[in-house]
């Protein structure tokens, strides 16, 4: 069936240093790839996302790379602050129309060390 | 969390009970789903609903049921037939991009 595999499933970091977390999708439909940040006892944060169009899109410190190809997608976070702490999902969706089924990745605990 | 509310945030849930989990939207947008987070796994779809009056189950429905009578509310209720429910619930609204808007959660116990 269609899954998500994501790696590392927990990272620890030096502050400043930067923290790649990366997504292999199944499904070559795929064409809409957020990512979300979840802090503990929280709901899960849309911090960047990808369609299947372009190869990369940054937003300050965070970027995500789109490999069509090989059918994975990574997660850049660069200059890391203790706040970057949390857990990190990746998703994949064909995003037809009227139905939004996500394939979630299994999350990656992301520890910035100060 | 992104205009959506989820209540309560702690619930206990005694054998044999039936019990509802509120989520309410204020996004105006049509699709809201529920999902099933369990540690060290990825969120599990239970029920989504497309538009008021109609849903369709997840992978996972089991146990579950809603009801979409309002565009802004999409309770989930737990029946007693879920034998595992311990879990933590998340309620979503899509906008027109696809992109998801998540609650807060609601952290379901069985005592």
């Known amino acids: 069936g269609e899954n998500v595999e994501q790696h590392p499933s927990t990272l620890s970091v030096q502050e400043g240093d930067s923290a790649v977390i990366k997504c292999t999708y199944s499904?070559?439909?795929?064409?809409?790839f957020p990512w979300y940040k979840q802090e503990l006892g929280k709901g899960p944060q849309l911090i960047i996302d990808?369609?299947?169009?372009?190869g990369e899109k940054k937003d300050q410190r965070i970027a995500v790379t789109l490999n069509k190809t090989a059918k994975h997608f990574s997660l850049h976070i660069t200059e890391t602050q203790p706040e970057d702490s949390a857990v990190y999902f990746c998703?994949?969706?064909?995003?037809?129309?009227?139905?939004?089924?996500?394939?979630f990745g299994t999350g990656t605990r992301l520890k910035v060390l100060a | 969390d992104g205009g959506i509310t989820q209540s309560p945030k702690y619930l206990f849930r005694k054998e044999g009970q039936n019990v509802t989990l509120s989520c309410e939207q204020n996004?105006?947008?049509?699709?809201m789903y529920w999902y099933r987070q369990d540690p060290g796994q990825g969120l599990r779809l239970i029920y989504y609903?497309?538009?008021?009056?109609?849903?369709q189950k997840g992978d996972i429905a089991e146990g579950y049921s809603v009801s979409r009578e309002k565009k802004e509310s999409f309770p989930l209720t737990v029946t007693s037939a879920q034998k595992n429910p311990t879990a933590f619930y998340l309620c979503?609204?899509?906008?027109?991009?696809?992109?998801?808007?998540f609650g807060q959660g609601t952290r379901l116990t069985v005592v």
């Open positions: 998703a994949a969706s064909k995003g037809t129309s009227g139905t939004y089924k996500y394939i």
């Open positions: 499904d070559s439909a795929s064409n809409y």
């Open positions: 990808i369609r299947s169009n372009v």
């Open positions: 996004l105006n947008h049509d699709a």
């Open positions: 609903s497309q538009i008021v009056n109609d849903f």
């Open positions: 979503a609204a899509f906008g027109i991009a696809a992109e998801a808007f």
